[in-house]
């Protein structure tokens, strides 16, 4: 019924880096070509940790979509834009929280976890607890069917759909809602179910509001109904269902196995990164120093690329046969650790080269980048509207 489309979404705290081309970028440039892709500069999800230093987001947002083109993203394919240019986010944001109870908030493991890790900002904030609902609201105003994102996001999206499936309980319906609330009608016995029915179709067919008070009354008089069935069956009496937000599903994108440049996650928090668009003469230098194997003292001492990050980026980088090359050389102290690395450094850079040239066009004429989200903000917000005008209807906010 709806377009299978895909939605996702990055903070703009920092410069892309080659973490998150292989953990996610990559994976936003193939979705591009199978599916209709809005993808989006999340500078709300930014700003809830980053309140009071609003200028790190200023300084990141056009860096951020440039190095997504940069990665390869088409804007003739993708729909690119920037979350608070889109209102639509906000307002549902804002209608989900009527029905979106505390502790599905509370519950999210990372509010806890971010919490604790981020110890030198305050985070006890009403926002940074609506996270995760303001991200339900960014895939539901656009009816998303998938949602690229890592294995930390797996939580959000569970709730985005539990908030959707809620919505549809209270305002609209789920696939397979009239034969559900049969069988939940049925539930009631026999004779109940039929009175039930005539009722229904008194005030459907004859708009007779008594007829619904009574079946309502029946209905609320029902200890054994379970919730979700009372809501199919309230919806059924009115004839209102309709599916109004479809439930997501997560798009796992495999972490990534590129670690930073100590062996640890790549994070700019870590200083470990090289970003996507280093110039090359730095990126020589951070792979040169990179720490290896502690064991290779000296050339001769063997060593164990198991423990050793560059091993890692071969394994990202390098062909079957230069990793065969490196595992035996190291093992055996045929090669010696700068050697081992030049292979390295020659595929990150040769990766690096077609990004830089196609980042160079936007760094010469910053006018195409804001044309190409203006462009992406207009789609993005004709799609959103349309789901807007569904939800305030199915709410009782269309006044007329
Ligand atoms: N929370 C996501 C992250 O930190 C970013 C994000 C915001 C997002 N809104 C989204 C991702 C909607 C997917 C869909 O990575
Ligand atoms: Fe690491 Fe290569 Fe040196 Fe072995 S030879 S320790 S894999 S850099």
Redesign the pocket.
Known sequence: MFEERVVSGMRPTGAMHLGHFHGALKNWVKLQSEYPCLYFVADWHALTTHYETPEVIEENVWDMVIDWLAAGIDPAQATLFIQSRIPEHAELHTLLSMITPLSWLERVPSYKDQQEKLVDRDLSTYGFLGYPLLQAADVLVYRAKYVPVGEDQVPHVEMMREVARRFNHVYGREPGFEDKAKAAAKKLGGRKAKVLMELRTKYQEQGDAEALATARALLDKQGNLSVADGERLFGYLEGSGRLILVEPEALLTESSKLPGIDGQKMSKSYNNTISLREDAESVRKKIRTMP??PA?VKRSDP???D??P??QF?LVYSDEKTRQW??Q??RTAG???LE??QPVIDAVLAEQGPMRERAQKYLDDPTLVRNIVADGCEKARKLARETMREVRGAMGLAYT
């Open positions: 290896t194997d290779r060593g164990d690329p423990k050793c560059v091993w071969h490196a595992n050389g190291c090669i010696g650790c081992c690395k």
